[in-house]
């Protein structure tokens, strides 16, 4: 059995999806719904079983996750997605809890019963650049995270990295990923679909001006990555168990707001009209002007396929999945 927490999620339902695909269904999906729609994500995956959160730490902490496995099944894998990924999240306790004590417990529990562990650490662990984007283990002490969400993340790769588990285990540090399946996220949502839905209403996109002279308006630089392409980079690891540490999943170049934006008119068959507005001045201090992932690392771990390009990403993602209304896997 295959354990993927955050399941319904945006990255948890395309590798749920990715491995329906490959006719596995021996899946324990593990999330918390709340009150958002993102249990439509679920609707078209197959799966044997799904637990909310609390339900299945309960079962962590008592010691009976064997017992929950149906039949003979063994615990293969936990990929383990689930966390608070709001980069505005200002409760720390709660941050800690979540993303890091949640993170250790499962952790533990995997590597006692010899099973894969695959986590989501964050591209956020970087911070500015100021040391680079390299998925260095040896260097992990250096980051110096921006906001709180990437602190809890940095916090779980140096507790594994101290206690000599790192090379055991895989953490993930994702990069810019939008795709089918996100509408649950609110604020947290890609440009691509609040462009989207802005375009769709207005015909006009906002996007925040520059404040320093070295970027254009609109040509601040992030390292984009397809949800489906993420899913399968991720999934590699599945079958590469020799590979541990972190790895970088993005694109391994850099795309500005104003390309991506581009992308998304031409995908919508809208006119080019972008409205540059003043940034606020909450977060000007620690907002990121250029972000992208060295993935020579998760490449030199085998995984050779091409990243897809944005334009054709995006236009795959608006014409078969925002414009007929459908999620992964309909």
């Not at 650049?129 to 140096?158: C, I, T, W």
């Not at 649950?184 to 925040?208: C, D, N, P």
């Not at 970088?248 to 080019?272: I, K, Y």
């Not at 250029?290 to 993935?295: E, G, K, M, Q, V």
Request: include cysteine.
């Amino acid at each position: 059995m295959i354990i993927v927490t955050g399941g319904a999620g945006l990255i948890g339902s395309a590798i749920v999806q990715h491995l329906n695909s490959q006719g596995r269904e021996d899946i324990l999906i593990v999330d918390h719904l709340g009150h958002t729609d993102k249990w439509r994500n679920l609707t078209p995956l197959r799966f044997l079983d799904y637990l909310e959160k609390d339900a299945f730490e309960k079962l962590l902490d008592d010691g009976t996750l064997a017992g929950r496995l149906t039949g003979n099944q063994t615990l293969e894998a936990v990929i383990h997605l689930g966390a608070c990924s709001a980069t505005t999240e200002a409760d720390a306790t709660y941050l800690i809890r979540n993303n890091f004590e949640y993170t250790r417990k499962l952790a533990l529990a995997a590597l006692a019963a010899d099973a894969r562990f695959i986590y989501a650490s964050s591209a956020a662990t970087y911070g500015d650049g100021e040391h680079g984007f390299v998925d260095d283990d040896s260097q992990l002490a250096l980051l110096r995270p921006m906001n709180m969400y990437g602190y809890s993340k940095q916090l779980f790769d140096l507790w594994a990295f101290r206690q000599g588990v790192l090379d055991k285990i895989v953490g993930i540090k994702y990069f810019n990923v939008y795709g089918p399946n996100e509408q649950h996220k609110g604020e947290m949502r890609s440009l691509v679909l609040k462009a989207y839905e802005q375009i769709g209403a207005t015909g006009q996109l906002k996007l925040f001006k520059s404040h320093r002279p070295e970027y254009g308006d609109g040509e601040q630089l992030r390292d984009f990555i397809y949800v489906k392409d993420a899913a399968a980079m991720t999934l590699h690891f599945l079958q590469n168990r020799k590979a541990g540490g972190i790895f970088n999943v993005g694109g391994g170049t850099t795309v500005s707001w104003n390309r991506l934006a581009r992308a998304v008119f031409c995908a919508m068959e809208r006119p080019f009209n972008i409205d540059y507005i003043d940034m606020p001045e909450s977060i000007r201090g620690t907002y990121q002007y250029l972000t992208c992932a060295d993935t020579a690392k998760i490449r030199a771990a085998g995984y050779l396929e091409a990243v897809t390009p944005v334009e054709t990403a995006v236009a795959d993602y608006i014409r078969n999945y925002l414009v007929p209304g459908k999620r992964l896997g309909d």
